[in-house]
């Protein structure tokens, strides 16, 4: 039997295989945030298509937040009831179920939440080239009272997660929202203890964890996904990376899913184009294998995975101990049922990220070009 389909166990929660699937938006949450069915759907889908460990969509810990239309929420205990039907759907289906949990910071979307969006820091174009809110409505720089109240709602928010049933969480630390703004020199020029320095740029990432294992207790899982670098002037670079996940480790991080990349990084995002050969998958495999040199703690590669053998030799190699993918489960919820049986053949992705555009029109989230196949 392959490695990938060996069981596993992560903070001691067991695990049928080494697949994730990735946070994915799907747009399909009320206007509240609130779970609907359709999100339900294919969330069960997916469990019975066998992957290992499934993550929502990043949910908003706080209305001021949200970063899309359609984005659950996790920011108020009425939203509990619904999220207890996901994971009571997914545990139905045999799967496992984590809870991404996130805000946007500078990035949340002002016309959706009718709030100020909150930043590190705030200043003129030339100054922060990448930090441009959409809709164009200026930021407001945090105060100590605002990062205290923003790692309560983290603290509050995860204390939901464990109440609506789901088996840990996971904190989107990349990407370009909040936390990964204050991650970043190119988002955060700061002056106080919260700016300048690594071990600066790291403490709400540790004032968050310390809050939230302080809430769900000492053996709930947490993970983070942590962005490798910014691809950025001026950015996040590996190293501090690497430094930041070292102190959020002895803050009592259990895992890390590694990605990179923010929205204002272009062709070097998480989510890249055209991935058609084993030699494009796994992007950010150099840069798993630099942190696995010089850290000890359970680490998921996302980025462009497509093949099972590339897959496999991952795991083999020791450059990552699970593989996590989002648009392959789009267009093909059962890929892992079918590599189980027998069938290695590629994912059928085109890795056009087409897949978003209907989420983005509000129409749900799938394959653009399965969806014409079937007409």
Known sequence: MSILFQPSSLKGLELANRFVRSATWAGLAEPDGSCTANEIKIMARLARGRVGL???????????????????????????????????????????????ISHAGLWADAALTGLEPL???????????????????????????????????????????????FDGLELHGAHGYLLNQFFSPAFNRRRDDYGGAV???????????????????????????LGCQDFLEGGLTLEDSIQIAARLLEAGLDALELSGGTGASGRLASGRLGINSPEKEA?????????????????????????????????????????????PFIREPELIKRWQEGDRCPATCLSDSKCFDPVWAREGLYCVVEERKAQ
């Open 199 to 225: 071990d600066n740029r790291a403490r709400l990432g540790l004032e968050v964890i310390r809050r939230i294992r302080q809430g769900v207790g000492p053996d709930y899982p947490i993970l983070i996904k």
């Open 119 to 165: 930043a590190p820091t705030v200043g003129t174009p030339d100054e922060l080239p990448y930090a441009r809110p959409p809709q164009g409505r200026p930021p407001r720089q945090m105060g100590r009272a605002d990062i205290e109240r923003i790692v309560e709602s983290f603290g509050r928010a995860a204390e939901r997660v464990k109440a609506a049933g």
């Open 283 to 327: 992007y950010f495999r150099e840069e798993a294998r630099a942190f696995r040199a010089r850290l000890d703690l359970p680490l998921i590669l996302v980025g462009g995975i497509r093949s099972f053998e590339v897959a496999e030799s991952l795991v083999l190699d020791g450059t990552a101990d699970y593989l996590s993918m989002c648009r």
């Open 54 to 100: 499934l993550i929502t969509g990043h949910t908003y810990v706080s209305p001021e937040g949200q970063a899309h239309p359609g984005q659950l929420g996790i920011y108020k205990d009425e939203l509990i009831p619904g999220l207890k039907s996901l994971t009571g759907a997914v545990h139905e289906a045999g799967g496992k179920v984590l809870c991404q």
